[in-house]
């Protein structure tokens, strides 16, 4: 059974979803590859107190790292993924191939990666705003590039104003 729950935050609002109480989704506003809201089940702060304090202190820059219970719910391989995601540490970067050879997949197997990447349903706690393009570059972000630079800039020590 799902419900679902809105925060704000830096960014804008999340609408944080559980899946039989356990984390399953931040979604950001106007999110690429967004559930419809019907999906989200009934609206319930009860489950996410843990969640929001969590999200909180990373968003007052006491937290880098997250300890949640979480259920991805996707494909094997985007699990597998969106697994490897939270290894990458805390201000930090790769790009999409070298996600890909983590793996043990080749640098071709770079698209998949990002196809699955830019499907992560656990935004910010499941750190897909850390894998960037080949050169560095700040490529697509299901939550806009604007969301992605604030993100890395804010784990940097940068203070910026999202708008």
Request: glycine share 12%; hydrophobic share 35%.
């Amino acid at each position: 059974m799902k419900c679902h729950t809105v925060m704000d935050t830096p960014i804008g609002k999340l609408t944080l979803v559980a899946t039989d109480g356990v984390l399953s989704g931040v979604y950001m506003e106007k999110q690429r590859h967004l559930p419809p809201f019907e999906t989200f089940g009934h609206p319930d702060p009860e489950p996410f107190g843990e969640v929001i304090r969590q999200l909180n202190e990373y968003f007052a820059g006491d937290r880098k790292t997250f300890d949640l219970p979480i259920a991805f719910e996707g494909t094997e391989f985007q699990r597998t993924v969106w697994q490897a995601l939270c290894d990458i540490p805390y201000g930090e970067t790769i790009s999409y191939g070298e996600l890909a050879l983590r793996l043990g997949k080749t640098q071709a197997a770079s698209r998949a990666v990002g196809l699955a990447n830019g499907k992560n349903p656990i935004s910010i706690i499941v750190p897909c705003h850390r894998v960037v393009g080949s050169t560095g570059d700040l490529t697509g972000y299901g939550g806009g590039i604007e969301r992605k630079r604030y993100l890395l800039d804010f784990e940097r020590g940068d203070t910026l104003v999202y708008s």
